[in-house]
T-cell receptor, first 114, second 109 residues
């Protein structure tokens, strides 16, 4: 594989259920990010990690948690899903956190919470 | 925080030129990115500007004026495959990307 992979591709989930979205990159990038994309709102940052072992909150972190146990993986967990979390979720990575570092995006996970 | 504005939709004819404007307001500025996103796919990097002026890459060019908080993406010799959303994003002092809502460009034959 090359780049970023996400799983699952899509998921329908009952409200109140726990769900983990997986993200793996093989580019040895230090920084990783989770965004949600909603119609008319653009991409919004949920959580980020500047390097393995560290995480930070983005613009819309409530209801989500992340971990960064190693360089390659950055899972996003919804502890108790709610319908407002219906969205397309994109994972991204960048070599570093300099303002010139381009972010590369995974293919996305389409999540529907009923 | 930051405000990023770009038009919602634009339509143009194959072979024509389209200019997508992006205006922004931010407390700190460290660069502006343009991404392309085809329907149902991931955003892909197009360009990065941090200094005033025009950056040209083949059929695509991007312009930045820091004093005016303004950028545009110019698409020349439009092709059907250019039908996509174009996302303007800025980095500020915390080096995080903030995205505009995107401009959907439809290219017609």
């Amino acid at each position: 594989i090359a780049g970023i992979t996400q799983a699952p591709t899509s998921q329908i989930l009952a409200a109140g259920r726990r769900m983990t979205l997986r993200c793996t990159q093989d580019m040895r990038h230090n920084a990783m990010y989770w965004y949600r994309q909603d119609l008319g709102l653009g991409l919004r940052l949920i959580h980020y990690s500047n390097t393995a072992g560290t995480t930070g909150k983005g613009e819309v972190p409530d209801g989500y948690s992340v971990s960064r146990a190693n360089t390659d993986d950055f899972p996003l967990t919804l502890a108790s899903a709610v319908p407002s979390q219906t969205s397309v979720y994109f994972c991204a990575s960048s070599a570093g956190t300099a303002h010139t570092d381009t972010q590369y995006f995974g293919p996305g996970t389409r999540l529907t919470v009923l | 925080g930051q405000n990023i504005d770009q038009p919602t939709e634009m339509t143009a004819t194959e072979g024509a030129i389209v200019q997508i404007n992006c205006t922004y307001q931010t407390s700190g500025f460290n660069g502006l990115f343009w991404y392309q996103q085809h329907a149902g796919e991931a955003p892909t990097f197009l360009s990065y500007n941090v200094l005033d002026g025009l950056e040209e890459k083949g059929r695509f060019s991007s312009f930045l004026s820091r004093s005016k908080g303004y950028s545009y993406l110019l698409l020349k010799e439009l092709q059907m495959k250019d039908s996509a959303s174009y996302l303007c994003a800025i980095t500020n002092n915390d080096y995080k990307l903030s995205f505009g809502a995107g401009t959907t460009v439809t290219v017609r034959a």
